[in-house]
């Protein structure tokens, strides 16, 4: 039994549209048992509110469904040292998960200065993580996404904060998201599948595609986000497989019941030929 780890932002929905075909696709999953997870960068919201989220914009599913950067967060933090202290620059989604995994949010001597989204951010807190910083808490980044897309735009994302942090203080984060294995194997392990039985659908090279290719899963990228064909002469590596859309994948790989994926024999619905992609393939 193949699963899926799925992002959403240009593989389920842009912005406050669905995808089309991405309810199909869902629904095709749940009705098979085929086991799945969403992925998320974003630390902002809880596990719930994402799901709440997708179910409004028609897609059926439990929080169990949802795996954040957050939650994968809390946990190597948890194992790195349990019930510690943590400074925050961040919103509710990473507050609640450092708390489920037994850490405090303090303002003074922290383990860790935990970095994540947040839309309230003033210097006042970036001088109080400096400071800590320097006194010798552990600067950890959610993920290092540098931007955000939003509704009126794009605003500067987690990898922004933490690449001032870096620069005040010399020290270098620990990002646990993706494309960080650490986020990936704590979703495989939640699903409990293997690399060589597990796809990673996403829009972005830089983070979905280029968690799979490091971790050895098996890659789809789609071009309904933010990548675009000709943008992949840029890249030393390459997903197994490339389609327009995520409903071109309920018909090829639900179909055929992932038969030919391993082989990279599956028709780009892009092209109609085989996945061009494995030319030049280069793993990292």
Avoid: W
Avoid at 32 to 44: A, C, E, G, V
Avoid at 58 to 66: L, S
């Amino acid at each position: 039994m193949y699963g899926y780890l799925i992002d959403m932002d240009g593989v389920i929905y842009r912005g406050h549209e669905l995808i089309p075909g991405a309810e199909r696709f869902v629904g095709e999953l749940r009705q098979k048992q085929i086991p799945f997870l969403f992925l998320t960068n974003n630390s902002q919201r809880t596990r719930r509110d994402v799901a709440t989220r997708l179910e409004r914009l028609g897609i059926d599913v439990e929080e169990e469904h949802i795996f954040t950067c957050a939650m994968a967060t809390a946990r190597f933090l948890a194992r790195q040292k349990p019930n510690g202290t943590a400074f925050v620059i961040g919103e509710g989604g990473l507050l609640t998960a450092l708390h489920l995994n037994g850490y405090s949010i303090v303002d003074k001597d922290p383990d860790y200065v935990v970095v994540g989204e947040g839309r309230t951010l003033n210097f006042e807190m970036v001088e109080a993580a400096v400071g800590m910083i320097l006194g010798g808490a552990k600067l950890v980044a959610t993920n290092m996404d540098p931007n955000c897309p939003t509704q009126s735009g794009t605003r500067p994302g987690c990898g922004a904060i933490v690449a001032m942090l870096e620069l005040a203080t010399g020290a270098r984060a620990f990002s646990v998201g993706k494309p960080s294995p650490v986020m990936l194997r704590a979703a495989l392990s939640d699903l409990g599948l293997t690399t060589d039985k597990t796809i990673i659908i996403g829009d972005t090279m830089e983070t979905d595609i280029l968690g799979g290719v490091q971790l050895g899963t098996h890659t789809v990228l789609v071009l309904s986000g933010g990548t675009r064909r000709e943008d992949l002469r840029r890249y030393t590596y390459c997903p197994d497989k490339i389609v327009a859309s995520i409903d071109d994948l309920r018909h090829d790989l639900l179909v055929r019941e992932f038969s030919d994926l391993t082989n990279s024999r599956l028709p780009d619905k892009t092209t109609g030929a085989g996945p061009a992609s494995r030319v030049g393939y280069t793993s990292v």
